[in-house]
T-cell receptor, first 113, second 111 residues
Framework: DTGVSQDPRHKITKRGQNVTFRCDPI?????LYWYRQTLGQGPEFLTY????????KSRLLSDRFSAERPKGSFSTLEIQRTEQGDSAMYLC???????????FGQGTRLTVV | QKEVEQNSGPLSVPEGAIASLNCTYS??????FFWYRQYSGKSPELIMS????GDKEDGRFTAQLNKASQYVSLLIRDSQPSDSATYLC???????????FGQGTELSVKP
């Protein structure tokens, strides 16, 4: 059984460009979460899905961020018109509905230059 | 008031000592509590879950929960240099799925 998988591991982009990250959860997990983490801080919740439904989205998430999980399996997180403040580690996690123990992928480190 | 609070550290202990990491939370109805370990540059790894008042032991790790005081701690016995990492406390928000994390406590175990 593979754990949560994220791609790419690292992304360097120029300010103003769009980026898309992918997350493949643990296969039997129906919940998928996106978090963002900056240096010295704990992960900050962005959004989560239960199957294909996006159940919650953080108020901190601007309109430039969008996430999808079209078939209830993998998910994508897109950031449009990236800004330097978007530089962070983007973490994906998954869990079952009955057990909130969440397991994280390796993360995608985004650097906006 | 932050929803989950931890001392940021760094907490430095000598090899073989007991490291004690503390966390307080604000949501009185929280039922689940998690400790994650995060090595520098890596993602968080779940190391302990606790749901009931009292102690839960797993190897060298013991989680302690006191719901009345809204306090959860992690003890690491016989600390090893390989335990040097940031330890994150996490609590589900409003009994839902998303986790609220503390800022983490950096632990350094000196040989």
């Amino acid at each position: 059984d593979t754990g949560v998988s994220q791609d790419p591991r690292h992304k360097i982009t120029k300010r103003g460009q769009n980026v898309t990250f992918r997350c493949d959860p643990i296969s039997e997990h129906n919940r998928l979460y996106w978090y963002r983490q900056t240096l010295g801080q704990g992960p900050e919740f962005l959004t989560y899905f239960q199957n294909e439904a996006q159940l919650e989205k953080s108020r901190l998430l601007s309109d430039r961020f969008s996430a999808e999980r079209p078939k209830g399996s993998f998910s994508t997180l897109e950031i449009q018109r990236t800004e330097q403040g978007d530089s962070a580690m983007y973490l994906c996690a998954s869990s079952t509905e009955l057990n909130t123990e969440a397991f994280f992928g390796q993360g995608t480190r985004l650097t906006v230059v | 008031q932050k929803e989950v609070e931890q001392n940021s550290g760094p907490l430095s202990v000598p090899e073989g000592a007991i490291a004690s990491l503390n966390c307080t939370y604000s949501d009185r109805v929280s039922q689940s509590f998690f400790w994650y370990r995060q090595y520098s540059g890596k993602s968080p790894e779940l190391i302990m879950s606790i749901y009931s008042n009292g102690d839960k032991e797993d190897g060298r790790f013991t989680a302690q929960l006191n719901k009345a005081s809204q306090y959860v701690s992690l003890l690491i016995r016989d600390s090893q240099p390989s335990d040097s990492a940031t330890y994150l406390c996490a609590v589900p928000y409003n009994q839902g799925g998303k986790l609220i994390f503390g800022q983490g406590t950096e632990l350094s175990v000196k040989p």
